[in-house]
Every structure is written in C-alpha cells, then in structure tokens.
C-alpha cells in the first residue's frame, strides 16, 4: 500500500538556522511527484517546493530545497535562513493516490 | 485571479443531522478535490473529479457522503447521516490541466458533530 511517513510529529529551529524535515514513502510506481506542502495556523494550505521522481537534481525554491533520494525512498526538505513566517504545520505528500503525512509542526524560535 | 471560495468556514450539527460544504474552484481548473482532515492528520482524499467527471472516489464513504459537480464548475459535498467521527476540517483544492500536479487549497469548512 502506498504510505507517506513524517516521524518528526514537531520541531524547533532558531530563527536564521537551518533545519531539515524528514519524509520517508512507499510506492509502486516508477513516476510519481513529491510534494512539500505547509499549512500555517488557521490559514490555507499552500505548495512549498515538488519533485518529478524522475529527476535526478535535486528541486530548490529560494530557501527551500530538497535531498530525494529515490531508491531509499526518502524526501527531506531543508530550510534555510528560517524566518518567523516558516512556523507551520509541513505535510510531506505523493501524487500516487495522492497521499499525504502526517505532518511536522515546526516552530521558529526567536 | 480569485482563490479557492469554500462556505460555510465553520459549522456546528448534532450526530444524525445533515450538512453539505460548498467550493468554487479557481476559474478555469478542471480538477477539483475533497479532502477530510482530522486535527493532528495529513488530509485524505475523498474525491476527485475532473471538469464534472468522478477520477477516484475510492476513499469516500459513500453510506453517508455524496459528491457531486453538475456543471464542471463548483463543488458539494454532503454528509447524511453525520457521525462524531465526522468532525474535521472539509478541504477543496483545485488545480489546472496543464499543470494538475499543482493543488491550490481553499480555507476549509471546519465541522464539528456533537
């Protein structure tokens, strides 16, 4: 069965530190996209970075990138530089039935 | 460009009652999703269609819930009976066709069934 795992439920990081959400999934298919998606307190879900499975290179939106390691089934997203505005809830997530984590709340420490 | 419209924001029923959530997709995204999201879960797909077309329903539980898009446009989903279990936040997204790996999240209706 297709599965997404997040084993971090939380997580705090210095304001302007570096902090690194874990991801790991399962699935049969050969092509599929990876997504990052966060959800602040209260407010509407919105698309952090994504990834084509088939793409070797790593995907990177300013200061978020990713590490996808295909064959270990693994999709960590990175932070850089956090901001106050990085508090949210990350949910990791795969187009394969469209399956989402459980998500990690993240918390930026002044 | 507008957003992804749900209404009501919140609703409040008593177990065995009905309630039906509302969505305007963004003008023009011929996908539009259901999700259930339960405090403390990753959202679930209930349903996706494409323009007025069901693509998976698989994971809608279809005694009590029902999902329909008449005119490829907006979005309802009904719950009848509502169960307890059923309190959760309804998320609809929508996303283009030519690029349907991108979903754009409305704000939810929050439900909670006493």
């Known amino acids: 069965a297709q599965t997404v795992t997040q084993s971090q439920p939380e997580m705090s990081v210095q304001e302007a530190e570096t902090v690194t959400l874990s991801c790991t999934y399962d699935?049969?298919?050969?092509?599929?996209?990876l997504f990052w998606y966060k959800q602040p307190p209260s407010r509407q879900m919105i698309l952090v970075i994504r990834?084509?499975?088939?793409?070797?290179q790593n995907a990177t939106e300013n200061r978020f990138s990713v590490n996808f390691q295909k064959a270990a089934k693994s999709f960590s997203l990175k932070i850089s530089d956090s901001q106050l505005g990085d508090a949210a809830m990350y949910f990791c997530a795969c187009d394969d039935k469209i399956i989402f984590g459980k998500g990690t709340r993240l918390h930026i420490l002044p | 460009e507008a957003g992804v419209a749900q209404s009501p924001r919140y609703k409040i029923i008593e177990k065995r009652q009905s309630v039906a959530f509302w969505c305007n997709p963004i003008s023009g995204h011929a996908t539009l999703y259901w999700y259930q999201q339960i405090l403390g879960q990753g959202p679930k797909l209930l349903i996706q269609?494409?323009?007025?077309?069901?693509?998976?329903d698989s994971q809608l539980p279809k005694d009590r819930f029902s999902a329909e898009r008449l005119k490829g446009v907006d979005s309802t989903l009904k719950i009848q009976p509502a169960k307890l279990e059923d309190s959760a936040v309804y998320l609809c997204?929508?996303?283009?066709?030519?690029?349907?790996?991108?979903?754009?999240f409305g704000a939810g209706t929050r439900l909670s069934v006493l």
């Open positions: 699935t049969s298919e050969s092509d599929y996209y």
């Open positions: 269609f494409q323009n007025n077309g069901v693509v998976d």
């Open positions: 997204a929508s996303s283009p066709l030519r690029d349907k790996n991108i979903q754009y």
């Open positions: 990834q084509e499975a088939y793409k070797q």
